[in-house]
């Protein structure tokens, strides 16, 4: 496959996903309704953000891809960060179990983290682009435990 074709299906693997669990979840979203900590955005944010974040987890991929960059210790970590990522609001969402939601992101937390690094270590550009996944996990994180006190 050519590097140009590669670098969009690099992108659009974790989008397409990623929407696809966001239109199958939309009908169990509670969000409005439950009890949340301070500096909870509203609602319309996450698919934005998550849009935002899908794109540059992509992009990071396509550049290690298309670098040449990637080994299987890679690509497991990346699809196992992008799955866990993507059951969260199952479990979150469809099934509301709360708590095992914080297990859960806590594990995302750990993930991310460690891909970021190894991204970084590969390519400085791969591994920045993962920084606002970090940070909103993080802040996700918060979100999930405040959910979880609060309810």
Do not use: C
Not at 46 to 56: E, S
Not at 75 to 87: D, E, G, P, R
Not at 129 to 137: E, F, G, H
């Amino acid at each position: 496959m050519n590097k140009t074709l590669e670098f969009i299906k690099s992108i659009l693997i974790p989008v397409v996903i990623g929407g696809i669990v966001g239109f199958l979840i939309s009908n169990f979203i509670d969000y409005e309704i439950i009890n949340k900590p301070p500096s909870s955005p509203p609602e319309i944010i996450f698919p934005i953000i998550w849009t935002i974040l899908y794109i540059l987890m992509g992009i990071s991929y396509g550049i290690l891809k298309t670098k040449n960059l990637i080994d299987s210790e890679t690509n497991m970590l990346y699809y196992t960060q992008l799955l866990v990522n993507v059951t969260w609001p199952i479990v979150f969402f469809v099934f509301k179990w709360r708590f095992i939601s914080i297990i859960w992101i806590i594990l995302l937390l750990i993930l991310v983290a460690y891909m970021t690094i190894k991204f970084y270590r590969k390519n400085k550009i791969a591994g920045l682009l993962q920084i606002p996944y970090m940070i909103w996990t993080i802040f996700a994180t918060y979100l999930t435990i405040g959910v979880y006190v609060l309810n």
